[in-house]
């Protein structure tokens, strides 16, 4: 939440009606209210001032911008042995920050392909900042090296009389 506290600089007036859209409370007759923002947006802010000599009226459209905070997901698209790609999207972000569990990091990097220097379990953190705050995503990767195939062929016939000599390759 925005928390904003307003300072009435009117003159000749000794009653207060302000309106805020938008903010709790939405209205207030104090001269110098308090108001929290607790959704993102843009606010316009009313003030009237009565006095003996008669009202006036001020009224600043788009006066509040409440920012929101970073949002993001993380992915990963692709793992080829120790390489894995991963894949963000984000809204709202200022600076990334990578920490792909295995004691490296990289900053600013939406999309990145990072290489691991082993087969395990990693724990990739990504950072997604803004002034307004910090969101952390994670994702648990597990590599391994790939699965042997076994096979073989023959580089003579198979078929013959005893004693048969095959050479395998």
Same mark, same amino acid.
């Given at each position: 939440?925005?928390?904003?506290?307003?300072?009435?600089?009117?003159?000749? +007036?000794?009653?207060?009606?302000w /309106?805020?859209?938008g903010? =709790?409370?939405?209205s207030?007759?104090?001269e110098? #209210?308090?108001?929290?923002?607790?959704? #993102?947006?843009?606010? $316009?802010v009313?003030?009237?001032?009565?006095?003996?000599?008669?009202s +006036?009226?001020s009224?600043?459209?788009?006066?509040v911008?409440?920012?929101?905070?970073?949002?993001?997901t993380?992915?990963?698209?692709?793992? @080829?042995?120790?390489?894995?790609?991963?894949?963000t =999207?984000?809204?709202?972000?200022?600076?990334?920050?990578?920490?792909?569990?295995?004691?490296?990091?990289?900053?600013?990097?939406?999309? $990145?392909?990072?290489?691991? #220097? +082993? $087969?395990? =379990?990693?724990?990739?953190?990504?950072?997604?900042?803004?002034?307004? @705050?910090?969101?952390?995503?994670?994702?648990?990767?597990t590599? /391994?090296? +790939?699965t042997?195939?076994? @096979?073989f /062929?023959?580089?003579t016939?198979?078929?013959?009389?005893? $004693?048969?000599?095959?050479?395998?390759?």
């Open positions: 939440p925005l928390t904003i506290a307003f300072s009435n600089e009117s003159t000749g +007036a000794d009653t207060y009606q /309106s805020f859209p903010g =709790t409370p939405s207030s007759d104090l110098d #209210p308090i108001i929290v923002y607790n959704e #993102p947006g843009v606010y $316009p009313s003030l009237s001032a009565t006095g003996s000599g008669g +006036a009226t009224t600043i459209e788009g006066y911008e409440v920012l929101s905070g970073p949002e993001g993380l992915e990963v698209s692709s793992i @080829d042995l120790l390489n894995v790609q991963f894949t =999207t984000s809204n709202n972000v200022d600076e990334i920050i990578w920490n792909f569990g295995d004691g490296t990091s990289a900053n600013n990097i939406t999309d $990145p392909l990072h290489s691991y #220097p +082993a $087969p395990g =379990t990693y724990t990739v953190n990504l950072f997604l900042i803004n002034t307004c @705050d910090t969101l952390m995503l994670e994702e648990e990767v590599l /391994s090296l +790939a042997p195939i076994a @096979d /062929s023959t580089e016939d198979r078929i013959g009389c005893a $004693p048969l000599s095959v050479t395998f390759s």
